[in-house]
């Protein structure tokens, strides 16, 4: 089971994100790296889903990151790449702030697996 939190990225401000691995670089003694002294971090990003909300955008028809209306709460998706790819990055583990809860949302359209 995946754990989501909530990062702080300087030129996103705070993301969601799907832990996938927490990892260090291992180093000989001849050898330093750079950054090798922290615990790293493979994520894979998700994105605020644009909704329309009079409620907090004073418009009709205005959409952006703004809560569902009925729920209160953002819907999110996995963010893809332009050829359908998962958004992933290595990451630092002090950039994850909190653990966010996801609550999964079934579509009366979808079909059973």
Known sequence: MFK?????????????????LIFRIVTTQQGLIPGSDRFLT???????????????SRSNNLRGAFPEPSTSLYILRKGKHSNGRVIGDILPLDQIRVLADIVPSWYQGLGRV
């Open 42 to 56: 493979y994520v894979q990003r998700f994105d605020i889903v644009p909704q329309v909300n009079s409620s907090v």
């Open 4 to 20: 989501f939190f909530l990062i702080h990225n300087k030129k996103l401000g705070h993301v969601v994100v799907s832990l996938q």
